[in-house]
């Protein structure tokens, strides 16, 4: 099966202690029948034999042989466990670790649209649980599965040895075992894959309602929420008692059947003790070897239904396993040794999601160093054209362009690397506000992270708190106000020093004051040159702009200046008389 070559593909550097392990296990096991043995000799030879006393006169020494051979071999067999149990734990441990890297790797590295198809909770699913039910296959079902077969062959090869028709009657029960387990199979599966789709949904909605919960607060839905959750918590605990009910259904007879083997060596055994057959030693042996004939019986359902388990968990970690991003380097790209310098143009960009049109043939020119202010209507598209800059989605018929080169001809690492983003959705991390700014650049010294938090106004309430720059701010910045985490989030993207700098309606949640500082910051008190492209809708963010783009329903409906704008109909016109009170065709007829 395509899931156990993968297995086997991932233990790539421990496959010989893997290996190892595996034949101390069917060594290990096949030493039981030693000890049985060497009990029937002791038996046979000096307590049932009609010459008992004189044989352990005579033969004293063989009874202290016997007696440390028994002793021997339980503790070479419980070394050796103990060795096995430690491959099996090295080898399974250094598996997961290099598939959960991989799969960080791989989500780490996949596009946008990735995200929109995976929820959070379900990634989270994949890489915890799922992921611990691929270890348990190698170092629990596998391991054990070996160790049974093991021991049951050893037991019977053991049995017909002494004689085979004890161990004919004693395999009588086999088939059955074998015919009820081939049954629990086929209804273990799909019994098992719900209960995997279940705890994804159970895992997503505990996820989304933690992070979302000071909007459930602030709508008082705790109670609405609380239902939902329990439907999926309801959801998931009818898909466990459904796969349960299917294994309870087949285990009470896998378990009558290997207890039905008791009954037929008495029964059995007894007769052919009668006829001289079998020994009384050989009867001993028999039966103390009779629960490595019944317990892998016994457990051969067990062991079932975790691989059904396993093949679910690794069927979902397997297809991100393998998911490949389409946005990559080309082979061809270039490799850039110097800075971009930050020209961008847009050449009849056409960009779909699905059926609908976001952008449709869209083409401007930005020249280095130039500020410009893209504005429009809510889902005219002014984000996803920003996005298609550091290649987040590439457009579907047209160019994009940067320094003159189509953004697929540039490295991801260098075309990203060169490019500073800040949104409107900030995402801050758990750890300190320093670290926050210099997230893109772990050595940075420290009076610059200072001199980029003055730069984006945040240097004041920053100095205003406890342990200033070493404040540890909490999960996606809770503690902060939105306007605080917005110039946290401008901090971290001035202090790249980026050719070309994005700010998609960052300073929305800032005072008109501390918007006017920044503006001038951005302005003048950058230490660097940069293209500065900014989302925005307040008209003060757009005056000063070199080049104003009006988008509307994916198209750019209006191009120009500031003054230029104003002194026609058009969306940017209708904004700054709502937004400043003044009606431009009366001043316009005023001045005439």
């Given at each position: 099966m395509f899931q156990l070559r993968w297995l086997w593909a991932n233990l790539k550097g421990s496959r010989a202690v893997y290996i190892c392990a595996l034949v101390l296990s069917v060594v290990c096991n096949a030493m039981f029948v030693a000890a049985q043995f060497f009990q029937s000799k002791i038996i046979d030879t000096f307590i049932s034999n009609k010459q008992a006393a004189e044989n352990l006169r005579d033969h004293r020494d063989l009874l202290l042989w016997l007696i440390a051979?028994?002793?021997?071999?339980?503790?070479?067999?419980?070394?050796?466990?103990?060795?096995?149990?430690?491959?099996?734990?090295?080898?399974?441990?250094?598996?997961?670790?290099?598939?959960?890297?991989h799969l960080f790797r791989k989500i780490e590295n996949q596009d946008m649209d990735f995200y929109d198809r995976y929820r959070t909770g379900d990634l989270m699913t994949r890489l915890t649980g799922d992921l611990d039910m691929v270890r348990h296959m190698v170092s629990w079902v596998i391991s054990n599965t070996v160790a049974n077969l093991a021991l049951f062959a050893a037991s019977m090869i053991y049995f017909f040895t002494i004689d085979y028709r004890t161990?004919?009657?004693?395999?009588?029960?086999?088939?059955?075992?074998?015919?009820?387990?081939?049954?629990?199979?086929?209804?273990?599966?799909?019994?098992?894959r719900k209960v995997r789709e279940t705890s994804s949904a159970l895992n997503t909605a505990a996820q989304e309602n933690i992070s979302g919960n000071r909007v459930v607060k602030a709508f008082a839905k705790e109670d609405y929420e609380i239902e939902k959750f329990r439907k999926k918590d309801e959801e998931y605990r009818g898909a466990n008692i459904k796969a349960a009910m299917v294994w309870l259904k087949y285990h009470p007879i896998i378990?009558?059947?290997?207890?039905?083997?008791?009954?037929?060596?008495l029964i059995c055994g007894g007769y052919f003790m009668i006829k001289q057959h079998l020994t009384m030693g050989q009867y001993v042996a028999i039966s103390g070897l009779l629960w490595a004939v019944g317990n892998p019986m016994r457990n051969m359902g067990t062991y079932v239904n975790d691989f059904h388990r396993f093949m679910a968990s690794a069927g979902k970690v397997i297809e991100i396993y393998y998911e490949a991003p389409r946005i990559v380097d080309r082979e061809d790209a270039a490799e850039n040794k110097e800075k971009l310098r930050g020209d961008i143009e847009f050449k009849n960009v056409t960009f779909s999601i699905g059926e609908k049109k976001i952008l449709d043939n869209v083409s401007f020119k930005i020249n280095a160093g130039e500020t410009v202010v893209i504005m429009g209507e809510t889902g005219s598209g002014k984000t996803t054209l920003v996005n298609l800059i550091p290649r987040f989605f590439d457009c579907d018929r047209g160019e994009v362009l940067v320094d003159g080169r189509n953004v697929r001809m540039h490295k991801l690492h260098t075309l990203r690397s060169s490019i500073g983003i800040a949104t409107q959705d900030v995402m801050l991390y758990s750890d300190t506000i320093d670290s926050n700014i210099a997230y893109g650049d772990s050595d940075m010294e420290e009076e610059y992270v200072k001199r980029c938090a003055e730069l984006s106004a945040a240097s004041d309430f920053i100095e205003k708190l406890p342990d200033k720059y070493e404040t540890i701010v909490g999960e996606r910045g809770v503690g902060l106000s939105g306007g605080q985490k917005q110039r946290i989030s401008l901090a971290r993207a001035i202090a790249v020093r980026p050719a070309v700098l994005i700010l998609d309606d960052t300073t929305s949640a800032v005072d008109m004051?501390?918007?006017h500082y920044i503006q001038q910051s951005l302005s003048g008190g950058l230490d660097f040159e940069c293209t500065k492209i900014i989302i925005a809708q307040r008209i003060s963010s757009s005056k000063n702009a070199d080049k104003i783009i009006i988008l509307e329903n994916g198209k750019i409906s209006d191009m120009g200046t500031h003054d230029e704008l104003i002194k026609h109909e058009g969306y940017y016109r209708q904004i700054y008389e709502l937004q400043s009170g003044i009606n431009c065709a009366a001043e316009s007829e005023v001045t005439v």
């Open positions: 051979g028994m002793i021997g071999v339980t503790l070479l067999r419980t070394s050796l466990t103990y060795t096995c149990n430690m491959y099996y734990e090295k080898a399974s441990q250094a598996m997961i670790y290099r598939i959960r890297t161990a004919l009657c004693i395999m009588t029960m086999t088939p059955v075992i074998f015919f009820v387990t081939r049954l629990f199979s086929r209804h273990a599966g799909p019994a098992y378990d009558i059947a290997a207890g039905a083997l008791s009954v037929i060596l004051e501390t918007e």
